[in-house]
């Protein structure tokens, strides 16, 4: 199979709407990462997501919705929720609320649990597509499982070329995290953290969130111990490089090979973090050691996916 690349334009929607309606996949930008979306009602469609990304099945995925409208027709909602979404959609949120029993979605999709992670993107190139197809689309991160995310198209054909129908290609993705995902199907719990602060959310909550621990049975995408991983071992929190490692850094580090701020800002920072790991990646196999990172904002998105790209390999 050649993998087509799409232009973020009305014949490039038109012929990856047409790529979904028949089963295909099609990777597309959001403004967190690239997602490798499917049919999220086929269940054809969806198991070829698994395929592709050689995704454990037990792994759900998170399902891509125009608006928050769209959102109730396949989970319970409640005042909650729409506090929550008229907040913060569109933008880099997934919600994990009740399946309702009418979705019609591929249990696929939620990995046969009672809930589903859904949100709506803000990227615009996302939300074209989202509106010339009409229909719910499952999307995970478009890269092999357990690698490191795509920002740019290029990561996604260096992954996945030959497995997937196409990409559309509409630039490097601004916020370059994963989403924040927020379950609400009980007491708000913060299940993965990302491209939202758990600060903003708590303010809107008026709350503090529990958190999922690792070790938990899983009720979200991105709560695997090793994950985001490149080639190379990765080392963390290192404030000297020892011989032979490479130094992804962040804030006024020397002899850094790439930094993800020298500034020390956390929104660059996790714009950068793929980025600058699939370079790494891509220029060889000596360790990275990895500059400390705040643990505040943004900074907890990084560390969270910087240890799992660190966790021991499977």
Same mark, same amino acid.
């Given at each position: ?112 649990? =009672? !809930?589903? &992670?859904?949100? *709506?993107? %803000?990227?615009?190139?996302? @939300? ?6 009409? $229909? #719910? ?12 995310? =795509? !920002?740019? &198209?290029?990561? *996604?054909? %260096?992954?996945?070329?030959? @497995? ?6 509409? $630039? #490097? ?13 009980? !007491? ?127």
């Amino acid at each position: 199979m050649e993998t087509q690349t799409l232009t973020p334009d009305s014949v490039g929607y038109a012929h990856a709407a047409s790529i979904l309606g028949a089963g295909g996949l099609v990777a597309f930008p959001t403004e967190t990462v690239y997602g490798l979306g499917a049919d999220a009602r086929n269940d054809f469609a969806v198991a070829r997501i698994f395929e592709a990304k050689g995704r454990p099945r037990f792994n759900p995925l998170i399902v891509h919705v125009p608006d928050a409208a769209t959102a109730k027709r396949y989970v319970i909602w409640d005042d909650g929720a729409d506090r929550i979404a008229s907040a913060f959609w569109p933008g880099p949120l997934t919600l994990v609320l009740p399946l309702r029993p009418d979705s019609g979605l591929s249990p696929l999709v939620t990995a046969d649990l =009672p !809930t589903l &992670a859904i949100r *709506v993107p %803000a990227h615009p190139v996302a @939300r074209a597509l989202l509106a010339e197809f009409d $229909g #719910p689309v499952a999307a995970p991160s478009a890269n092999p499982s357990g690698r490191i995310s =795509p !920002t740019e &198209a290029g990561h *996604v054909i %260096a992954g996945l070329a030959g @497995r997937i129908e196409a990409v559309v290609d509409g $630039g #490097p993705c601004d916020v370059g995290v994963e989403s924040t995902i927020l379950g609400l199907s009980d !007491t708000p719990k913060l299940l993965r953290p990302g491209g939202l602060p758990q600060e903003a959310l708590e303010a809107a909550l008026g709350t503090g969130l529990s958190h999922y621990q690792d070790g938990d049975p899983l009720s979200a995408p991105g709560q695997m111990l090793s994950h985001y991983a490149p080639g190379a071992s990765v080392r963390l929190n290192a404030t000297r490089i020892s011989k032979g490692e490479r130094l992804l850094g962040f804030g006024a580090v020397e002899n850094a090979t790439l930094n993800l701020s020298p500034a020390g800002d956390l929104t660059e920072a996790a714009a950068n973090l793929f980025h600058h790991l699939h370079a790494l990646d891509k220029s060889g196999d000596a360790p990275i050691a990895v500059s400390p990172i705040p643990e505040v904002g943004l900074g907890r998105a990084i560390n969270d996916r910087l240890r799992r790209a660190a966790a021991p390999r499977h």
